[in-house]
């Protein structure tokens, strides 16, 4: 099966410094890359796609200065949370598109835990 | 993606049957319906997907309506990994947009 790792699973911070969250692809290409954030008893909400090679695509309301996002390769996209606040704490998941992948499955990370003091 | 609508949460016991309901009723010709679940503190995982025929695969099946404005996806025996939010979700090849799903409590 296609693996999606995402590390790390669990940070806390103190505020004003910078995250970085690393997702890859184990075991496939993933020509896309989406990152989510999600709020206790909320829904996951989409924040940026990534094409590699290419700059990533906000969501309307999501600051792309806030949360820069790398896709450097085919099997390596980063988030990082620079100047994070408390408000910035959530659950962050990132999921990828296997390359040809012709049934458009995504394939979730396990997440990571932001907690911002 | 089109929006679809689920129940906010449902209930089932051990070992019997679940279905879970979704109506897309502003479906697209091009839409795959999407089942997707989340257990606790997870990442979403795949369940199943179809276009216009029922599916099935080892975690599931898919029944979808012949006008395709409704879907039901089907846990033959639930168990209690089964606890989860389940979405369902329309696409194309855009983007993947998750709605409230439904929360899934299984009781023993």
């Known amino acids: 099966g296609a693996v999606v790792s995402q590390h790390p699973s669990w940070v806390i911070c103190k505020s004003g410094t910078s995250v970085k969250i690393e997702c890859r692809s184990l075991?496939?290409?993933?020509?896309?890359m989406f990152w989510y954030r999600q709020f206790p008893k909320q829904s996951l909400m989409l924040m940026a796609t990534s094409n590699e090679g290419s700059k990533a695509t906000y969501e309307q309301g999501v600051e792309k200065d806030k949360f820069l996002i790398n896709h450097a390769s085919l099997t390596l996209s980063t988030l990082t949370v620079t100047s994070a606040h408390p408000e910035d704490s959530s659950f962050y998941i990132c999921?990828?598109?296997?390359?040809?992948?012709?049934?458009?499955?995504?394939?979730f990370g396990a997440g990571t835990r932001l907690s911002v003091l | 993606d089109a929006k679809t609508t689920q129940p906010n949460s449902m209930e089932s016991n051990e070992e019997e049957p679940v279905h879970l309901p979704c109506n897309h009723s502003t479906i697209s010709g091009t839409d795959y319906i999407h089942w997707y679940r989340q257990l606790p503190s997870q990442g979403p995982e795949y369940v199943i997907h179809?276009?216009?025929s029922n599916v099935n695969n080892r975690m599931a099946s898919l029944a979808i309506a012949e006008d395709r404005k409704s879907s039901t996806l089907i846990l033959h025996r639930a168990t209690l990994r089964d606890a989860a939010v389940y979405y369902c979700?329309?696409?194309?090849?855009?983007?993947?947009?998750f709605g409230a799903g439904t929360r899934l409590t299984v009781k023993p």
């Open positions: 999921s990828a598109l296997r390359r040809a992948e012709v049934k458009n499955i995504q394939y």
């Open positions: 979700i329309l696409r194309d090849n855009n983007d993947m947009r």
């Open positions: 179809g276009l216009t």
């Open positions: 075991d496939f290409q993933a020509t896309t």
